[in-house]
């Protein structure tokens, strides 16, 4: 089974630039996700989504980063303009669903980014 | 609020065992989880524990939680150099679409 894709793995940026990065789930996998990971730090969940639809976006800063799932497949995450502090590994997870019960989730190796 | 707390290093002798701890603060977790982060990769996951369990056993991995005291610990034995890494518990409960919130990780290092 092929695991959760990412890319690109590494990008720099300068600041004030823009960026995308691409995740193809897990196949079957109604769930994707975006997480945030500072150096040092915890993933921070971005965004959720579950098949097309956003489940929670509480902490995607909406004025400069914007998801997309439009097939309910694979996802975009763009950055637009970024900024010094939005340098981070960003980490693509999936899972099967939101029934009762344990959430898997298979993460990607991520994309690293480097804003100058 | 929801909070997960670790213990941010540990270092250890290889062949002995390692003692990750972590607490949380959410009583109404359901599940528990310890994930694997090795250099450059993404979080792989080890082991899980349902929260009407205490313990766990999978290979050299055993994982104990005190509901009580919300406390959880994950042991791991015969620890070698491979497992150096970080690793993150990570609590979900339900009523919050299953997200996950997760410690700031420890990072293991084993010593030869």
């Known amino acids: 089974e092929a695991g959760v894709a990412q890319s690109p793995r590494y990008k720099i940026i300068e600041k004030r630039q823009s960026v995308a990065f691409w995740c193809n789930p897990i196949s079957g996998h109604a769930t994707l996700y975006w997480y945030q990971q500072i150096l040092g730090q915890g993933p921070k969940l971005l965004i959720q989504?579950?098949?097309?639809?956003?489940?929670?976006d509480s902490q995607l800063p909406k004025d400069r980063f914007s998801a997309e799932r439009l097939k309910g497949v694979d996802s975009t995450l763009k950055i637009q303009p970024a900024k010094l502090e939005d340098s981070a590994v960003y980490l693509c997870a999936s899972s099967l669903g939101l029934s009762a019960g344990k959430v898997e989730q298979y993460f990607g190796p991520g994309t690293r980014l480097t804003v100058t | 609020g929801e909070d997960v707390e670790q213990s941010l290093f540990l270092s250890v002798r290889e062949g002995d065992s390692s003692v990750i701890n972590c607490t949380y603060t959410?009583?109404?977790?359901?599940?528990l989880y310890w994930y694997k982060q090795e250099p450059g990769a993404g979080l792989q996951l080890l082991t899980y524990i349902f929260s009407n369990m205490d313990m766990k056993q999978d290979q050299r991995l055993t994982v104990l939680l005190n509901k009580k005291d919300k406390h959880l610990s994950l042991r791991i034995a015969d620890t070698q150099t491979g497992d150096s890494a970080i690793y993150f518990c990570?609590?979900?409960?339900?009523?919050?679409?299953?997200?996950?919130?997760w410690g700031l990780g420890t990072s293991l290092a084993v010593n030869p």
């Open positions: 959410d009583s109404s977790s359901t599940y």
């Open positions: 989504f579950q098949n097309n639809g956003v489940v929670d």
């Open positions: 990570a609590e979900t409960y339900a009523g919050n679409n299953r997200k996950l919130i």
